[in-house]
């Protein structure tokens, strides 16, 4: 049974471990955990203002994460949205009922606006924000505030009713 919770700090090693393995191994991003601050303090840098970070756990093993950084303005930055291999796809749901948890967060702490970038290596996470309502945007279209990332090249906005 798969357990969501926001991230605590005893997960750590156990959230960067998962993100850098996808990250690597899986799509030979040369990334390392030093070019990811944000993961060495997500309680800092994710859990402030009306931002947060969850973990989905199955068996106690971190298996899933997603973030929502407040970026201002009623928007927000959707980061570090990671499912290990072994737990995707319709029979877990966890990419949906992470998602499902980021919106229910953002509706109830008046987010107006959810945008994201991502690489062109994510194929299967593009189909699944577009399936899940995000649609495309230039890049040219994201407010100052938005942290764009080196790697990204493709940019997606939900809006929340």
Known sequence: MTKLQSYLPVYKEEVANLILTIQKTEFEIPI?????PDLNDITNFYQSNN???WIALVNNKVVGTIALLDI????GALRKMFV???YRGKHFGIGKKLLDNLFEWAKEKQFKEILLGTTAKFLAAQRFYEKNGFIEIGKELLPVNFPVMSVDVKFYKFILE
């Open 84 to 86: 290990d291999t072994n």
């Open 72 to 75: 201002g303005n009623h928007q």
């Open 51 to 53: 931002g947060n970070f």
């Open 32 to 36: 390392t955990l030093e070019q990811q």
